[in-house]
């Protein structure tokens, strides 16, 4: 499919290619991964949008960029990244799993055990580059709530498809799909 989608979100245009990825779905794909321009934009948005958190954390990979801008603007000195596998180095990990829109296969999420230890107890906001079915965050909350952390937002740039309608995330502009007929 040669299509493009086109998106206005925070004051910056993207002409986003139309993906197929599955046989009855194709999706507008918004990746954020080096672009600094709608980081930098976004993030300041959403900021001002965010009730008061103590910490951030993000999924790797997509969601990182956006991460890193919306602490550094809140003054924090980390965010936390909840990786897609238990890595060598991480003590005790917390772990779940998922089925996000943009994958073929579950997927593990993992938070490190002293990442864990250091939101325990604190007011978390869940920061993403897309929220679209809600699977991956389903699972980061849950994530979160495992590690003793209270999620406070949920917030990303886009919402796609359904999940504009949603009352409990804070986003910045919505992302439609395209059945395929």
Do not use: W
Not at 104 to 124: F, H, P, S, Y
């Amino acid at each position: 499919m040669d299509k493009t989608y086109r998106l206005e979100v925070a004051g910056v245009v993207r002409e986003l290619p139309i993906i197929q990825i599955s046989d009855t779905l194709c999706i507008a794909s918004f990746v954020i991964l080096g672009d600094t321009v709608v980081v930098k934009a976004a993030a300041p948005r959403l900021v001002e949008r965010l009730p008061e958190v103590d910490v951030i954390v993000t999924a790797e990979a997509k969601g990182i960029p956006l991460a890193h801008e919306v602490s550094h603007l809140l003054g924090m000195e980390r965010y936390y990244v909840a990786r897609k596998s238990i890595k060598a180095y991480m003590s005790d990990p917390v772990v779940d799993g998922v089925n996000s829109i943009t994958t073929t296969e579950k997927q593990m999420l993992c938070l490190d055990g002293n990442d864990a230890k250091a939101i325990k107890g604190k007011r978390v906001a869940i920061v993403d580059d897309v929220i679209s079915t809600g699977e991956s965050l389903e699972a980061l909350v849950r994530l979160v709530k495992a590690a003793g952390g209270i999620v406070t937002a949920k917030a990303a740039i886009l919402a796609e498809g359904d999940a504009a309608q949603r009352e409990d995330i804070i986003f910045l502009g919505e992302l439609p799909l395209f059945p395929i007929k």
